[in-house]
């Protein structure tokens, strides 16, 4: 992090909007000293949280990066989401569910890829899973869910899929002393918006009835090398049909 550069980022953003130090401080519950320091680059002793409160005053966004050995970071995550990817895959086809991963959608102009997307044909229900080996940007996360089971339906059918009852949804993350951190400090926002959790939601897929919205860990075993996704990609566009290929 350029902490320098940080700082005469967030220095312009409270300027533009003509507020003091000392306006800024109270809307983000600190010290005037404390946005003195970071408006000077000297965080060093600050907490990562206090920063987010001075962007989130600002209503800016703050991302923070981390980089290892050029793109091998990126390699790191991309195959702990494949592995967890894998055994959800695993853990929904025993159940005798249909399963499809990374299913790619253009719709009315909205484009995306649906990390799992499972069909239960006894039921009719379909199920959106959005995977992820880190916890995210929580209000990220919940819009981009959102969207997904929007528009899941229609992603079904160009499928062959007949859709019954609501559409679930689930967050897949890793087994891990931090994820469960993670979501507990947002309980009240977790609570709200993904009330479900293991056993209910283990349930659920054994027999769909009524509605799923739930966060499940799954354990991150890094001794299970996953070469390749279990199943292909799947290509849906609409409004124009055109066939599916299947994983």
């Known amino acids: 992090m350029d902490a320098i550069r940080l700082g005469l980022q967030l220095r312009a953003l409270r300027i533009r909007r ?8 109270v809307r983000a519950g600190l010290s005037r000293s404390v946005i003195s320091a970071i408006e000077r680059g000297d965080i ?34 991309d195959a702990a989401h494949a592995r967890l990817v894998d055994q959800a895959v695993r853990w929904l086809t025993t159940l005798g569910w ?20 499972a069909f239960h044909a ?19 996360l919940l819009h981009t869910l959102d969207r997904k089971v929007r528009l899941a339906g229609r992603v079904a059918r160009d499928l062959g899929w007949t859709v019954r009852g609501p559409v679930g949804r689930l967050v897949i993350l890793p087994e891990a002393t931090t994820s469960r951190r993670r979501i ?10 993904l009330p ?9 897929a054994r027999q769909p009835r009524g509605d ?15 070469r390749s996704r ?18």
């Open 230 to 247: 279990t199943t292909g990609v799947s290509r849906v566009h609409a409004p124009r049909r055109r066939s599916v290929m299947p994983g």
């Open 184 to 193: 507990a400090a947002m309980a009240a926002l977790f609570g709200a918006a």
């Open 44 to 77: 060093g002793r600050i907490q990562v949280e206090t920063l987010l409160r001075v962007a989130t005053a600002l209503e800016a966004r703050l991302d923070l990066m981390v980089r290892w050995h050029g793109e091998q970071l990126d390699r790191l995550l």
């Open 122 to 140: 006894a039921t009719g229900r379909l199920l959106v899973i959005e995977v992820k080996s880190v916890v995210p940007d929580v209000q990220a």
């Open 212 to 226: 799923l919205a739930g966060v499940l860990f799954l354990p991150d075993d890094a001794r299970d090398v996953v």
């Open 196 to 204: 479900h959790r293991g056993v209910a939601v283990r349930r659920w």
């Open 98 to 117: 249909e399963v499809r991963v990374e299913v790619t959608f253009a719709i009315a102009g909205e484009r995306g890829s649906i990390d799992i997307l």
């Open 18 to 25: 003509r507020w003091r130090q000392i306006d800024l401080a």
